[in-house]
């Protein structure tokens, strides 16, 4: 019979490394905390509708990488027609609702907010979530059909400051906090506003007629997109591309006096808090709902990312409450690839010095008859504070040293003696020494 295997683009994250994904998460958690935000978790799919209203029916996420699927009228029978695969919306059908799973959770937070009234409430919003997505595109280094991300979102009534650029420096500010203290070296803050809805139009009019003589030099993506969506073209990564990018109108040219305004205090606030960051006019975002600031913070070459060095983005999006039919909700958030994250962290602790991960101790008994001893020694040890993993009594001493030397600092050995004298033996392996330790000194010695 065929073994299962796990479906392409996702993976299992499997010990010692989800050790490193709780440190990341647990740190977050507490940083964000600090910040005022509480959790908030959606669900993992949505109506197809929010996403093609909210991100945008002509970016490629939402063309060409969701997971769309109309359950089956009754319960019991499938569940449902996969259509992801496939480019654009699934048609809908009357007797039944095309559901999506989330490919972002932006607009699923923003849904949450207007489903639940929480702009009645008056005060500022701030909501964190930490969570799978899903996107139908090429699995690479980094990049997973099923990936993961930690997420905050500032979002409130005009009139509870969710507008002012502080909020925008403040977001900025607790990012860089939270890589600083990640031990993330060597980020960048890449900045740029790419204007109101206002100004918006003006810029795309003068980018079109810039794309119109020259889109055939572009790659067939752009091309595409140069009719449909000509902003998306700016956020091309392709290396064939850029020279042409680099040719056509910034949109720092076509901001009007409030939306320089607020940049201006925006970097202004990044100074003041000591916050370095690089202007960057080509910086646009691949969704549809950014207005005004937008950003993102990349690492150099070499660590762990490849060229596309990108760790974490977002903006501001004041009209998207509006898109979705809710009340004008000013707000700003961003998204971290937490995979990324974690290989770049990976990456860098590799570059310094690696530290090998174990338990502080084995504790082999010697013989099945001192199993339940060794037991009430790891629950006594364990209860302390210290990592700890339990033999079988049935091994032969020299196993034992195998697997104790494989999994842990020390092995403390339980024999009958050793049970009824309260004295057990310690073996150190980095060391190669061992010494004897009462049962009441044990804890604060394998501690050492």
């Known amino acids: 019979m065929a073994v299962i295997l796990k479906v392409r683009g996702t993976r299992d994250l499997l010990p010692p490394e989800t050790e490193l994904w709780n440190r990341v998460e647990a740190t977050t958690r507490a940083l964000f905390a ?6 908030i978790r959606t669900p993992i799919f949505e109506d197809t509708q929010l996403f093609a209203r909210g991100v945008g029916e002509e970016t490629d996420i939402v063309s060409k990488e969701m997971y769309t699927f109309t359950p089956a009228d009754d319960v019991g029978r499938s569940a449902g027609r996969v259509t992801g695969e496939s480019a654009g919306l699934p048609s809908r059908d009357e007797k039944a609702q095309s559901l999506t799973l989330r490919p972002e ?12 009234k929480l702009n009645d409430i008056g005060t500022l919003q701030k909501l964190f979530y930490i969570g799978p997505q899903f996107r139908r595109e090429r699995p690479q280094r980094g990049r997973y059909r099923q990936f993961w991300q930690i997420g905050a979102e500032v979002l409130g009534p005009a009139w509870s400051g969710a507008e002012s650029p502080l909020r925008d420096a403040e977001v900025l500010e607790m990012l860089a906090t939270l890589l600083d203290e990640l031990g993330v070296r060597g980020w960048q803050l890449d900045l740029n506003s790419i204007g109101s809805t206002t100004d918006r139009p003006r810029y795309l009019a003068a980018l079109r007629a810039a794309l119109a003589p020259i889109k055939h030099q572009l790659t067939p993506d752009n091309q595409r997109r140069a009719e449909t969506n000509p902003l998306r073209v700016l956020d091309s990564k392709d290396p064939r591309d850029q020279a042409l990018i680099e040719a056509l109108p910034c949109i720092a040219d076509f901001l009007d006096e409030d939306s320089r305004s607020h940049f201006d205090q925006v970097k202004a606030a990044l100074t003041a808090c000591g916050v370095p960051f690089r202007d960057n006019p080509r910086l646009v975002r691949g969704l549809d709902y950014y207005t005004r600031t937008t950003f993102e913070f990349t690492i150099p070459d070499g660590s762990g990312l490849g060229t596309q060095n990108a760790l974490l983005g977002g903006g ?3 009209g998207l409450s509006e898109m979705l039919g809710g009340p004008k909700a000013p ?9 990324r994250l974690i ?9 310094e010095s690696p530290v090998e991960r174990k338990l ?17 020694l790891a629950r006594e040890l364990r209860a302390a504070g210290l990592s700890i993993e339990v033999g079988e009594g049935a091994f032969r001493l020299k196993r034992s040293f195998e697997t104790a030397d494989k999994l842990a600092h ?12 309260d004295l057990f033996t310690v073996k150190h392996f980095s060391r ?3 010494e004897k330790v009462t049962r009441v000194g044990l804890a604060e010695a394998l501690r050492r």
């Open 105 to 116: 959770n932006t607009a699923g937070v923003v849904r949450a907010y207007i489903e639940h």
């Open 316 to 318: 501001r999006y004041d």
């Open 410 to 421: 020390r092995m403390v050995i339980v024999g009958e003696d050793e049970v009824a004298s």
């Open 343 to 351: 290989l770049a962290l990976e990456a860098q602790a590799e570059q």
């Open 432 to 434: 190669g020494e061992q």
């Open 331 to 339: 707000g700003i958030g961003f998204a971290i690839g937490e995979d």
């Open 34 to 39: 600090r910040y005022g935000f509480g959790e």
């Open 360 to 376: 502080d101790a084995f504790i082999a008994p010697m013989g099945i008859s001192q199993n339940s001893a060794a037991l009430v």
